[in-house]
């Protein structure tokens, strides 16, 4: 079993930054996919960044060369620096963990930018 919390939401300005991070806790391997996912409200849930399971960064084309995802496999943490924020990143940001046959979600983190 793995628990995902997240933490690092919160409202800022169009143009600031904010850091999410997402710590996971139980059987937990450097090899599993993780990263983030974000919905906002009436939209479908989408992937913004992970890493695959063989350490490839994807990102969604709207936040390439704004938002970075980097990874702690010491402490089975992924980050998510989030820089030029928009009106537009408004969502709840998840944080995803797939192993083989299953996938993990965290609680969500609440992202609001202010125009």
């Known amino acids: 079993q793995v628990q995902l919390v997240e933490s690092g939401g919160g409202l800022v300005q169009a143009g600031g930054s904010l850091t999410l991070s997402c710590a996971a806790s139980g059987t937990v391997l450097s090899s599993n996919g993780m990263g983030w996912y974000r919905q906002a409200p009436g939209e479908q849930r989408e992937l913004v960044a992970v890493?695959?399971?063989?350490?490839?960064?994807n990102y969604a084309d709207s936040v390439k060369g704004r938002f970075t995802i980097s990874r702690d496999n010491a402490k089975s943490t992924v980050y998510l620096q989030m820089n030029s924020l928009k009106a537009a990143d408004t969502a709840l940001y998840y944080c995803?963990?797939?192993?083989?046959?299953?996938?993990?979600w965290g609680q969500g983190t609440q992202v609001t930018v202010s125009s």
């Open positions: 890493f695959t399971a063989g350490g490839i960064r």
């Open positions: 995803m963990l797939s192993q083989v046959g299953r996938t993990y």
